[in-house]
């Protein structure tokens, strides 16, 4: 996807991160970004490194990917939970956390941690999803141990003030302005999201509504941290210059002694309610400088489909959209003209279910109705007649060696395991998922992507300059 | 409002009553078509009578409206309950409770109520809204004792088995598949109140999502019903030939003795993030005989509103839309001759808000594009110029005349009591509506009109047969 995919990315953005940290690419719709020299080099190394695993006592899950290339070790710990474990009238405390676990403990002063990590040559990171919330650190291999005990005194013995809290918030509430509030794109897609999903969490901001972030209060603030940052809800993933059996006493020491959350609640969300028909918005502002068609479609995802679906959807969306070679941007920027920039994506590996994105920017003088046909013609001849096997074969390679890439990167590889991981997959699942890619029939994806390009469960967004500038 | 308002009810559908009984006019907006004989009488008769009141120590209110014309009383418990005040997904339990109050207690058997104030020549009602839930007797006065101890017996004696509260789910079932689901238009309508409140509960129906109703559990219902049928929670209105002193005694002998709830929750529901621009629907479906246009757009509401605003809302919309002698009636029926139907209606009553729909049915051989843009010419001219003072001076007339028709309907003026009581307004706002309903300046109704008619906070959905049937 070298496209423009901002519109792409407001309207997937299944992940938000703390400001201050650069953005990284989310995992395995990510890894095709991830442009390592690994050299594709065949079926059989599709397969991923599969990681050594054990459980804590506490029931604290272990996932060590020993990675001997450099005295480095990533060290990330994923909780099994996210904004959409929100209490409805709460939305926004997920994030909060990410924020507020780096306001201090009884040994680490407030805004100290990243301190920490930096003087020790490390960089770290966090991010909060619909499904999960995460804190990564990158670090040399002699560091472990310290970011070990941090980390494992941050699940549960954060301490912040009344006062940190409310300035915190305010932090809060100025970061959601900046991003989604003052971005006429990110006012959209949030829209679209949540015509989308009118009942089910996911459309819900990961960030919240503004006025629910402006009222949130510590009591439940802290009733959320007590009950889902727990080790029976946490997942350690360590990538990097170490096995499973030099971990496991660390891993003992540090996080083995913490307290689990007796009766964790289950992970239970609302669903919606069927489809009606096409949706639409249209959101207008003096900063679109330039419009913009966006759409989103419901779809399965690896949580929530059966057999090789969520496979067959990624190979599907990626042929209709992902990148130069898609029909999209080839029909559109190519040989009409009509378009700068098109494409299509699919959001496949939501927990509660996933969605399928399509966005055109039109060429000058082109208005939203022509390019909006344009895509939909393309549509409608794809599920016609179905992907060619050329573009079946290369789209499976190109999915299927992304993640070969990202064998190359111990970040991305232990980014994959967590979020999967996180999101309900095996391990299974993912070491096979190359080698599942690569299996998906024609047949698959074409029944895959009439299944989900259907206009019927889709909401379409224009986004436009006020009515007076066009 | 004498043309097909069957969208129009659909969309601001209030009420869900048991299917059983006949579907009576809504309070307020529903006065309107109580066509009583009274001869309006001027500005001074504007008022209603003035009921007497009082609270039991339980913290039951108690309303009185001595009607010594027939030997009749009517009388109504109203909950400060309904739909809106349901958990996160557990949609429906609020009427689910209108059905379980019929099903028996240990005095009464299952199903007796309704067939005991038949034998006693009375007849009875229940419904259920967003912002309440109503039970509704009228029976001669010496039959009052009997009611009084029935209806306080249920609201916390109630009984009933597993088997019951199953097969109850059944029929609730049936009767959302009746009412809503065979209905293309109540499903359009459904959706799009759920985009026009994708957060607050008024997005939700009020009969609630069918896989939710499949599985609501009888320990939450038990907790709903203990906690919200209370003698705090409630008001009896009590219509007829009785005073408030011969019923105080009674009240206190049956209402007097029910334990009321302690810590009784306040009714704090979350609220909606701004609106990002105009949303839009299609439904088609092979029932639909009849195109048609309909939208529906934020509001104020007697509950949420300041001063006159409500009133000056009400007064600028039945302008709009209210009858053959609206702006849009006139254009699109009479003038143009483009519509069978077309009108607007204000649903000002609720106690979170209100909402403004417009409706048109194009005639034969006009499409739905060529309806709205008329309706939007009507709105555009409307907004521009405002109402004619003969304009203003009909509605104001027609409505304030149509509170003072209720007065001779016992069960409208308890009704109008009730409801509005239960909705968050004084005694004082209710004798007061007609006069300030006459109060209303031309300025506040303009302005009123600008506020809401502003497509950038509305749902337009359109009705349509399936593609190929067109």
């Not at 095709?32 to 594709?40: K, M």
């Not at 930096?118 to 990158?138: E, K, L, Q």
């Not at 301490?159 to 940190?164: A, G, L, V």
């Not at 966006?294 to 929530?304: C, D, E």
Request: negative net charge; glycine residues 8%.
């Amino acid at each position: 996807m070298k496209n423009d995919v901002s519109i792409l990315r407001v309207l997937q953005s299944a992940l938000l991160q703390v400001a201050r940290f650069v953005l990284r690419p989310a995992p395995k719709a990510g890894v095709a970004l991830v442009l390592a020299l690994a050299l594709f080099t065949g079926a059989d190394a599709q397969e991923l490194p599969r990681p050594e695993t054990f459980t804590l006592s506490n029931g604290m899950q272990v996932v060590v990917i020993t990675d001997r290339r450099a005295p480095v070790v990533t060290h990330m710990v994923w909780y099994r939970v996210g904004s959409a474990d929100e209490a409805r009238g709460h939305s926004g405390i997920a994030h909060f956390f990410e924020h507020l676990m780096f306001k201090g403990t009884r040994e680490i002063p407030p805004g100290e941690y990243s301190r920490i990590v930096a003087r020790n040559g490390g960089d770290d990171n966090a991010f909060t999803s619909w499904d999960y919330t995460a804190y990564h650190v990158r670090i040399a291999r002699d560091r472990l141990e310290l970011i070990m005990r941090m980390e494992a005194d941050r699940m549960r013995n954060l301490r912040y003030t009344d006062e940190t809290f409310l300035s915190e918030r305010d932090v809060i509430v100025e970061e959601r302005r900046q991003r989604i509030d003052n971005s006429p794109g990110a006012v959209l897609g949030e829209r679209m999201r949540a015509m989308l999903w009118p009942h089910h969490p996911y459309g819900t901001p990961i960030i919240g509504w503004l006025h629910e972030i402006q009222s949130l209060d510590r009591a439940s603030a802290q009733a959320f941290y007590e009950t889902w940052y727990a080790p029976n809800n946490a997942i350690l993933v360590i990538a990097g210059d170490i096995t499973a059996e030099e971990l496991r006493p660390l891993a003992q020491r540090y996080y083995g002694r913490l307290r689990p959350t007796r009766d964790l609640p289950e992970r239970t969300w609302v669903s919606d309610p069927p489809n009606v028909g096409p949706m639409r918005v249209t959101h207008r502002d003096e900063k679109v400088r330039q419009p913009s068609l966006s759409r989103i479609y419901r779809a399965i995802s690896y949580g929530t489909d059966e057999g090789r679906q969520a496979h067959a959807l990624d190979v599907a969306i990626d042929i209709l959209g992902g990148g130069e070679t898609s029909r999209l941007y080839r029909a559109l920027v190519e040989d009409q003209r009509i378009a700068v920039s098109a494409g299509a994506g699919a959001n496949t590996s939501g927990l509660g279910g996933g969605s399928v994105s399509v966005y055109a920017t039109p060429a000058e003088g082109v208005t939203l109705e022509q390019v909006e046909a344009a895509v939909d013609a393309v549509i409608a001849a794809y599920l016609r007649d179905g992907p060619t096997d050329a573009e079946l074969a290369r789209s499976k390679s190109s999915l299927a060696a992304a993640a070969v890439y990202s064998r190359d990167s111990q970040e991305s590889l232990a980014n994959m395991y967590g979020a999967s991981l996180a999101q309900g997959e095996s391990i299974d699942d993912i070491v096979n998922w190359g080698n599942d890619i690569q299996a998906v029939t024609r047949d698959e994806a074409i029944t895959m992507a009439r299944q989900t390009l259907d206009i019927n469960a889709s909401v379409t967004g224009w986004l436009l300059p006020p009515e007076e500038a066009q």
